[in-house]
């Protein structure tokens, strides 16, 4: 008997804790509402996207929070390496900017020392400045590139070498065939020992190669078998393992300063010295900027 009145107290007990609270879903407010048995809402449980977790709220006007269900903390990206790759970018950035800078400075120093007329000299850096240094600042360049950077250089070179082409065949074209024959930067007089060597294999001691600013980079091995050959309108290198470079030779002119014969070429600007000591091979149209200059003679110098 004591056993049977033991069980029935439990089961009353589990009965009236059960009925004290209610949990329906509400989803009008997306959330859990507690009601007791009254039919009084008591609280309310609503999740909460910035924490991730359940919270309870009493309707209380003091109510706190119930212990919220615990989650991981999202795992956090890790930047302190931004600030390096930015300062990379950056110094990378100045660095390309800097190396068209000097190209434009170098280009204008060339210039500045052309053997042309004052008036042709004018003529080419001002058109210089207007069609390239000044596109250059107003177009928007991706200077952190190192393609982009060399992109603009080969541009300028190719751009400044059209110009001083366009400005001395201008200016050829515009005299008459006596004017061209006294004018001093077209004396023919001195090459008397190129003419004398036409059609002859001239042997290549040595070939150092000039950047830009007319600095020797670097000097190149060379076979014994090498040679140059000189004709009226065309100059050809060939190697000691038969491969063999042309260029066509038009609009000569004389260098009073080097002493020697310039001529453009759609291959790439030509230089023979008076006395044969070395050909210039250069990069652009024109005898300027970037070359290989070939030793014809031992004692070859520039």
């Known amino acids: 008997m004591k056993k049977i009145?033991?069980?029935?107290?439990?089961?009353?007990?589990?009965?009236?804790f059960?009925?004290?609270?209610t949990k329906k879903y509400?989803?009008?407010?997306?959330?859990?509402?507690?009601?007791d048995s009254g039919g009084n809402m008591i609280g309310y449980e609503k999740y909460n996207n910035l924490s991730k977790q359940w919270e309870y709220y009493t309707t209380g006007t003091n109510s706190q929070p119930r212990q919220p269900t615990q989650y991981r903390d999202p795992q956090q990206l890790s930047i302190s390496g931004l600030g390096n790759a930015t300062s990379i970018l950056q110094n990378r950035y100045n660095s390309n900017v800097q190396q068209v800078q000097n190209t434009v400075n170098s280009i204008i120093n060339q210039i500045n020392n052309l053997d042309?007329?004052?008036?042709?000299?004018?003529?080419?850096?001002?058109t210089f400045q207007k069609k390239c240094v000044d596109e250059i600042n107003r177009t928007r360049i991706n200077y952190s590139s190192a393609n982009?950077?060399?992109?603009?250089?080969?541009?300028?070179?190719?751009?400044?070498?059209?110009?001083?082409k366009n400005t001395t065949a201008s200016s050829f074209n515009s005299n008459s065939n006596s004017n061209y024959q006294n004018n001093s930067s077209n004396d023919y007089s001195n090459d008397s020992k190129i003419k004398s060597n036409y059609g002859k294999t001239l042997p290549v001691y040595n070939i150092a190669v000039f950047d830009h600013?007319?600095?020797r980079v670097r000097d190149e091995t060379i076979s014994t078998n090498s040679y140059v050959i000189i004709n009226d309108n065309q100059i050809a290198f060939k190697k000691a393992d038969g491969e063999i470079s042309y260029r066509d030779l038009k609009n000569k002119v004389y260098n009073e300063r080097k002493k020697g014969y310039e001529y453009s070429s759609q291959w790439g600007g030509v230089f023979i010295h008076e006395d044969l000591k070395y050909v210039?091979?250069?990069?652009?149209?024109?005898?300027i900027?970037?070359?290989?200059?070939?030793?014809?003679?031992?004692?070859?110098?520039?």
């Open 213 to 215: 600013n007319n600095k």
């Open 280 to 287: 210039e091979f250069f990069q652009g149209s024109l005898a």
């Open 148 to 164: 982009e950077t060399n992109r603009v250089i080969k541009w300028l070179y190719d751009s400044v070498n059209t110009i001083i």
């Open 5 to 16: 009145f033991i069980s029935v107290c439990l089961l009353i007990g589990i009965s009236c």
């Open 18 to 21: 059960s009925q004290t609270a």
């Open 26 to 35: 509400n989803s009008f407010y997306n959330r859990y509402e507690y009601f």
């Open 289 to 302: 900027g970037e070359n290989y200059t070939y030793y014809i003679t031992p004692s070859g110098n520039r």
């Open 116 to 126: 042309v007329t004052d008036e042709q000299r004018l003529h080419i850096s001002d």
